[in-house]
């Protein structure tokens, strides 16, 4: 039941989004589209912006990062919701999307390399390497998003992972 209410919530997000940028959109307008009360809301989400990264990760858990084939088919739909990502990327509050995304793929990418490589820490270099390669990731993602209406997504991805640093490449892609 709580999965749906979160649905539920998220996709009326969705609905206002389509109309203007989340910085002029209230948690109070959020409960009444949605027919819920405000505790209903803070149940689920601390604020908006955590409701907006739900919405993200709920989207970006189905995509194997490290699948071209995946990731494309992901930017693809990113482009299908244009709207949400385009609202997404320009969000300069104080809890920026772009700051989740970041956080949200710098998770996945530790998490698949300490189990690739057998180890519950990871070295300061190849952590190091793999926050400076999602920032670069989502940044790029934002500007082929927003800007190139030319560049197919399985093209991005193939530079995105020519682009990443030699140690990455060894852990994820070698052997």
């Not at 109309?19 to 209903?40: F, G, H």
């Not at 990113?78 to 509050?93: C, L, P, T, V």
């Not at 956080?103 to 952590?127: C, I, N, V, W």
Request: glycine share 2%; hydrophobic share 45%; aromatic share 14%.
């Amino acid at each position: 039941m709580a999965e749906r209410t979160k649905i539920w919530i998220a996709d009326t997000m969705a609905r206002l989004l389509q109309q203007k940028p989340i910085e002029d959109i209230r948690v109070t307008e959020i409960c009444r589209a949605a027919e819920i009360e405000r505790p209903t809301f803070y149940y689920h989400f601390r604020d908006k912006y955590e409701l907006m990264a739900w919405m993200f990760c709920r989207k970006a858990f189905r995509t194997d990062v490290l699948s071209a084939e995946s990731a494309a088919k992901s930017m693809n739909e990113m482009r299908q919701d244009y709207i949400f990502y385009k609202r997404a990327y320009e969000d300069n509050s104080q809890s920026p999307m772009w700051a989740y995304m970041v956080e949200y793929f710098a998770e996945r990418y530790s998490g698949l390399a300490k189990e690739r490589l057998h180890t519950g820490a990871l070295d300061p270099q190849l952590a190091y390497s793999i926050r400076l390669y999602c920032y670069g990731a989502v940044g790029m993602t934002r500007e082929w998003l927003m800007k190139d209406n030319i560049t197919p997504a399985q093209t991005v991805v193939q530079m995105m992972f020519a682009a990443m640093p030699e140690a990455l490449q060894r852990v994820f892609f070698a052997g």
